[in-house]
């Protein structure tokens, strides 16, 4: 190998001060690394949404530009599209064809998009975080250098039970449904999780169902689906909806003041919240089926059981994918749902038993030496010079990439910037839409007698 190769190490690209999923996995391998005393260094990349700039772990040791990238291996943990969808600006800047590039990819449908096949194509190797991702990117794309990297959580200290902060009744026993609404409310389901708490439970029971909403403002087409939620919750005094930004460690006593989760997702690349919320020692209802199948078994959580569907989502990656393969993606039985929902709420010590074992393979997962592992094989890869097999053609893919890029990338740039601004218009009036409607009716009549 030449000598004027980089010095062992990582430079980790992600959403390191983010709120949301993908953003929190980032912390855990930014945390994983530097425990373990590896060489790392981290870039912190702005989703230019509103979604950054939440958390300040590791505020002291990011990097200030991405040109430098000191170490020989780069790590994105981030989906591939976003590599030029969400920071172009970055990828662009960072020396890409002169490192081994690794990509940790979270996908929840049985069969790759286009794109996501095409990123994929131009990195050295791929970070599965569980192995229903692996199979789906071995199965797509023969050949590709995939290692399972499986994943873990670590509870942030401070987080701790407190059920008047957030209004919850002290008396009742609590079901908690959460989801990012940017991870697509059809995927995550909570329909589904309401119908099962109202099959289970009459007005008359003391229980309650919480609905946490994150990131729900983003999308204007996402507001009729968030309507639909209220709509429920105003139906049923026993059911409300937590609309609140929070931090992490907030998020998480949130979720530590609740008894039950219930997931009956379609789909998970992961399912990051069930494995929070068992590793706070809580039972957790969950459709039998995805990512989530590589921490969750009978014996230290609630399965359920589920038919396969076609997928029909206002996510243009699923919608795309369904036209183009017919996917399918799970629905869970709502009424085996209902029954672990009774069963829990009328068994405490059943409760307490599940809550222990899931802490318990929650905690092995994280001591686990297993986690390190797959920085090991990158590290023999790129001392041993494996990786460069067919990198010569995917670095020459890459520059032609981004030369191309860099015209869409002003055109994306106009879009966004007239975009924020329509947004953040909608913002400011939508809460004078009471008063500016009469107003408004009133002036159309006045113009209607002139003429």
Request: aromatic share 8%.
């Amino acid at each position: 190998m030449s000598d004027s190769r980089r010095p062992f190490g990582f430079n980790l690209i992600g959403f390191l001060s983010g709120n949301f999923g993908l953003a929190v996995a980032g912390r855990q391998t930014a945390r994983l690394l530097l425990e373990n005393d590896l060489p790392v260094s981290l870039r912190d990349v702005d989703t230019h949404d509103g979604r950054s700039g939440n958390d300040h772990t590791y505020d002291d040791l990011l990097m200030k530009t991405p040109r430098g990238l000191p170490y020989g291996i780069t790590v994105f943990h981030v989906n591939p599209p976003e590599l030029e969808v969400r920071i172009p600006l970055e990828w662009m800047l960072m020396p890409l064809d002169k490192r081994m590039n690794v990509i940790v990819p979270f996908w929840e449908l049985p069969t790759l998009p286009a794109l996501w096949r095409d990123m994929i194509g131009l990195m050295d190797v791929v970070l599965a975080p569980t192995l229903y991702v692996r199979d789906i990117i071995e199965s797509a794309m023969p050949g590709t250098r995939v290692i399972h990297y499986p994943q873990s959580v670590d509870i942030p200290e401070g987080a701790h039970a407190d059920r008047a902060r957030f209004g919850i009744p002290a008396d009742r026993t609590v079901f908690l449904s959460a989801f990012d609404m940017a991870s697509d409310i059809h995927r995550k389901n909570p329909w589904s999780a309401i119908d099962a708490f109202e099959e289970a439970f009459g007005p008359d029971d003391a229980m309650a169902l919480v609905v946490k909403l994150n990131n729900s403002d983003l999308w204007d087409h996402a507001a009729p689906l968030k309507e639909r939620l209220y709509a429920r919750a105003e139906a049923n005094p026993s059911i409300m909806i937590i609309d609140e930004k929070m931090s992490y460690t907030d998020v998480v006593s949130l979720y530590a003041s609740c008894d039950v989760f219930i997931s009956l997702h379609r789909a998970e690349g992961l399912g990051l919240i069930l494995m929070e919320m068992m590793s706070l020692g809580k039972p957790v209802i969950a459709t039998a089926w995805s990512g989530n199948m590589d921490f969750m078994t009978e014996e230290n959580s609630c399965l359920v059981g589920y038919e396969m569907v076609g997928v029909e989502s206002s996510h243009i990656s699923y919608q795309e994918e369904s036209s183009r393969t017919n996917a399918q993606w799970a629905d869970p039985h709502v009424d085996e749902a209902a029954e672990w929902m009774r069963r829990l709420a009328e068994d405490p010590t059943m409760r307490e038993g599940l809550g222990t074992r899931a802490a318990a393979d929650m905690a092995q997962r994280r001591t686990s030496s297993e986690r390190l592992v797959p920085f090991l094989e990158l590290k023999a890869l790129y001392e041993s010079g494996a990786y460069l097999e067919g990198h010569a053609g995917r670095a020459a893919e890459i520059r032609k990439r981004r030369r191309t890029g860099v015209i869409a990338l002003r055109g994306r740039i106009a879009r966004a910037l007239v975009n924020r601004t329509i947004r953040g218009a909608k913002r400011v009036l939508r809460p004078l839409a009471p008063v500016l409607r009469p107003v408004w009716n009133a002036l159309r009549r006045l113009a209607g007698r002139d003429s």
